[in-house]
């Protein structure tokens, strides 16, 4: 099971940051991601985190702007947002899996959370 949190209104140029926390005793054996959607839009990737936090990968939009990070001690994987801008306004939801993939599909993922609204105000 995963618990996002940390959504919540800020300002174009702040910076929000997302927590999810897993329950279970493998965590540190799942992939984590983080996904957002806006309504009438597909869910797309923003960020994804290896098991062993080595390798981390980022859309395009977000790089430079969002650190992925995750500490297997707590169980919480972690999505630190800088410089947001309005368009990064969307619910936000973290995801796991155990394949090894592209990593940037939906469907690759087995576990979702909630979800967390981030909404950046121009």
């Known amino acids: 099971q995963l618990q996002a949190s940390g959504g919540g209104l800020v300002q174009a140029g702040g910076s929000l940051r997302l927590s999810c926390a897993a329950s279970g005793r493998t965590f540190s054996s799942y992939v984590m991601g983080w996904f957002r959607q806006v309504p009438g839009k597909e869910r797309e990737f923003v960020a994804a985190?290896?098991?062993?936090?080595?390798?981390?990968y980022y859309t395009d939009s977000v790089k430079g702007r969002f650190t992925i990070s995750r500490d297997n001690a707590k169980n919480t994987v972690y999505l630190q947002m800088n410089s947001l801008k309005p368009e990064d306004t969307a619910v936000y939801y973290c995801?796991?899996?155990?394949?090894?993939?592209?990593?940037?599909?939906?469907?690759?993922?087995?576990?979702w959370g909630q979800g967390t609204l981030v909404t950046v105000s121009s």
């Open positions: 985190i290896r098991q062993s936090a080595i390798s981390t």
């Open positions: 995801a796991a899996t155990e394949t090894v993939g592209v990593l940037r599909n939906t469907w690759e993922y087995r576990y």
